[in-house]
């Protein structure tokens, strides 16, 4: 079994090393998903107990949320008895060791969330290499909470809930989630966050603490699996005291060889080590299985990025050169301008509407003729039928051919009408394209 598990950590820790070093050069934030193991659970569900187990660590402990910002635990199997641990926080490398490594996370944290009880997602790294630890990268998130405590926002759940669906949302990640044995499943906020974005359970991962807190009736609970925990349930026991992590796994062994109702619990979903392996074996899988479509949408991200860094200007060594330059930008303009505002062609931006200007001045034109429409009645409902026109003729009458409109009266008549909708064409040209700000005043032109 050693010699199997060095093998497997020979095979998975360039391929972990590479994701890891991607997930430093930020390229999730391209919009490329790398695969993640990522933690959640209620506030109190012994989450950081879990976490302080797999690493060897302490984290840190308190009333009221610890964890106040995405942390992500690079843990690293070292062959020296000496463990190495660092804090990237803000592009900045900082050693620590296993004594003070819990208020360094608190400075840290400090740094990012402030002083207070906000949190952010904004992320600090951990990396923890140390003999005997799993090679697994995870990223734990603050726990549920629903109830804001003294000095915390009044929005803390729905602040807590926005960045956890944003890590669990992507099908490259993996939920490890974390539930106490004393509480009914189905009941967990944590439940109902993956199960909106895992129906099926096929990405969950259930990690059962406190199991020598109560179990009665846990046996039932993890084999009946009423909530779709489709990688299934690891039970364990937490630390306690100052129990050193050798002294803590030799008593959960006795507690899940010994006791009467938890020796009952197949021996594949009881332990910290169980859940170790389980862990490495997920996540070397979603690794092999994510890294090829990772790479092509590298590359096809390089090679866009290319295509525009060629479309931009060369590096200017004169000012002929830049006059020419400037000349072709202009040109490139007008040219578009043609297209959009006289052609009606907008193969440059398919998906833009408001760049779809010959579509968008027919509306406004529609309109523009339902609006002088509109006037023209709206006048001849506030005033009595044919009086003005009546009063105009009566005071041009003259010496003259009978059954013919006096020149000064239809004058008149046509100069009221115009003046009555004389602003609607102003009105018209100063008003804006729909979805953008596009003045289209000639004055705006110009």
Do not use: W
């Not at 779809?356 to 027919?362: G, N």
């Not at 009546?390 to 003046?419: C, D, H, M, S, Y």
């Amino acid at each position: 079994m050693a010699a199997l598990d060095k093998r497997r950590t020979a095979v998975i820790r360039p391929l972990l090393d590479a994701v890891d070093r991607l997930r430093h050069l930020k390229i999730m934030q391209e919009g490329i998903q790398l695969p993640t193991i990522v933690v959640v659970g209620d506030q109190s569900s012994g989450k950081s107990s879990v976490l302080e187990s797999l690493a060897g660590i302490s984290l840190p402990r308190g009333q009221g949320i610890c964890t106040r910002v995405p942390l992500i635990m690079r843990l690293q199997n070292h062959p020296s008895p000496q463990p190495a641990l660092f804090l990237d926080c803000g592009g900045k490398t900082v050693p620590t060791d296993e004594k003070h490594i819990a208020d360094a996370i608190v400075v840290a944290t400090e740094e990012i969330a402030g002083k207070g009880k906000q949190i952010s997602n904004s992320p600090l790294t951990l990396i923890v290499k140390k003999k005997g630890v799993p090679d697994l990268t995870m990223v734990d998130l603050p726990g549920i909470t629903r109830v804001p405590v003294h000095g915390q926002p009044e929005d803390i759940y729905e602040q807590i809930s926005k960045i956890i669906m944003e890590f669990i949302t992507p099908e490259e990640s993996i939920i490890l989630n974390v539930l106490s044995a004393s509480v009914d499943f189905s009941t967990c906020e944590s439940i109902r966050m993956s199960q909106k974005v895992d129906k099926s359970g096929q990405r969950t991962l259930a990690v059962v603490t406190k199991a020598d807190k109560s179990p009665e009736g846990l046996l039932e609970k993890v084999t009946a699996d009423d909530v779709n925990i489709g990688l299934r349930y690891i039970c364990v026991r937490n630390r306690i005291g100052d129990e050193s992590y050798d002294e803590a796994r030799a008593v959960e062994d006795r507690l899940f060889e010994t006791h009467p109702q938890l020796s009952r619990i197949s021996k594949s979903m009881v332990g910290i080590p169980v859940l170790a392996q389980k862990l490495v074996q997920i996540q070397a899988t979603i690794i092999v299985k994510c890294l090829p479509d990772i790479v092509r949408k590298i590359n096809d991200k390089l090679s866009s990025n290319l295509d525009d860094l060629n479309k931009l200007p060369r590096n200017m060594t004169s000012m002929a050169e830049a006059m020419t330059a400037f000349v072709h930008i202009l040109g490139c303009a007008k040219e578009s301008l043609r297209k959009i505002l006289l052609r009606g062609e907008f193969d440059e931006y398919p998906d833009e509407n408001e760049m779809h200007c010959t579509a968008r001045l027919a509306e406004m034109l529609d309109q523009y003729s339902k609006e002088m429409q509109s006037k023209t009645a709206e006048k001849n409902t506030k005033s009595s039928f044919l009086i003005d026109e009546i009063k105009i003729l009566e005071e041009t009458k003259a010496i003259g051919l009978p059954n013919f409109l006096p020149r000064a009266a239809f004058l008149t008549l046509l100069q009221k009408q115009v003046k009555s909708i004389s602003l609607t064409p102003f009105e018209f040209v100063d008003k804006e394209l729909p979805g953008k700000h596009t003045d289209l005043s000639l004055d705006a032109a110009f």
